[in-house]
């Protein structure tokens, strides 16, 4: 039986001694730890701060571009019209205005759904009216 108990304290205290260790060498060198434990904090609380700025500044200015590739280019691929080839968006009258463009987008016409949530967003709208008019 002894031997056996022996065997199993020698082994609990293997598994316990890299702890022992590491407290040993966390009081000897607890300010140089503390000023990397607030140095690492500082940095993940830096990164969700910045994180949370360009995500903002995204919000507040929409990208036409991606806007047309999400909603528009299924049907609209470089500008052109997949169900109706005589209506593409290049060169299309409809983009005189920003008002008639507005109009085109806030009730759907022959084939093309309405997109009311750009026509309502003014952001979303000028960006996309502007990528659209952009485009050759
Ligand atoms: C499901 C396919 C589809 C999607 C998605 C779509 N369109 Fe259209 N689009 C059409 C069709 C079909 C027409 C022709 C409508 C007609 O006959 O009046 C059209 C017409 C247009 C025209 C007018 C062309 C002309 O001179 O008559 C513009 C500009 C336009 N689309 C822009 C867009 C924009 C911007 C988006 C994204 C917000 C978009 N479309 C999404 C199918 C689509």
Known sequence: MMPFQTARICYA???????????LIMKKN??????????????????????????????????????????CAACHMGGKNIIDP??????????ASKDLFKALL?????GMPAFSKIAENDAALEALYAYVKSLK
């Open 30 to 71: 607890w300010k140089s730890i503390r000023l990397l434990l607030l140095l690492t904090i500082g940095g993940i609380i830096a990164t969700v701060l910045l994180e949370a700025i360009s995500i903002d500044v995204a919000a507040a200015a929409p990208s036409g571009d991606k806007i047309f590739t999400a909603n």
């Open 86 to 95: 005589k209506k593409p968006v290049v060169g299309s009258k409809k983009l």
């Open 13 to 23: 205290d293997t598994l316990r001694a890299p702890f022992y260790r590491l407290r």
């Open 106 to 110: 806030s009730k759907s016409t022959g």
